[in-house]
């Protein structure tokens, strides 16, 4: 099982990115996806989800409003795009994989590497 985050980097306040999360290795529309991020000296915290077939999404406050995950199952990929960020978005991003459509981080079993996310005020 491999997933790889990518799209991170340095972005001015107000300005967007898009992640992707591609992977590999499993059968990808089995399993929920869901993007995290850990900030320097915090805790891990789920950010968007989305379930297997990319009909039901779940935002936490930190997101809603301004980003969007969307899947395509034909790619094995997922995405989340990111508007109006924010320097309190400044994180490395993860994307994680679960047979559970669940928001603890130890509800996933499958991690990517992460991409960093770095907003300028």
């Known amino acids: 099982v491999q997933l790889q985050a990518s799209g991170g980097g340095l972005v001015q306040a107000g300005g967007s990115l898009r992640l992707s999360c591609a992977a590999s290795g499993f059968t990808f529309d089995d399993y929920h996806i869901g993007w995290f991020r850990q900030a320097p000296g915090k805790e891990r915290e789920g950010v968007s989800y989305i379930d297997d077939s990319g009909t039901v999404t779940y935002d936490t406050n930190s997101a809603k409003g301004r980003f969007t995950i969307s899947r395509d199952n034909a790619k094995n990929t997922v995405y989340l795009q990111m508007n109006s960020l924010k320097p309190e978005d400044t994180a490395i991003y993860y994307c994680?994989?679960?047979?559970?459509?669940?928001?603890?981080?130890?509800?996933?079993?499958?991690w990517g590497q992460g991409t960093l996310v770095t907003v300028s005020s």
């Open positions: 994680a994989a679960s047979p559970s459509l669940l928001t603890a981080p130890g509800a996933y079993n499958s």
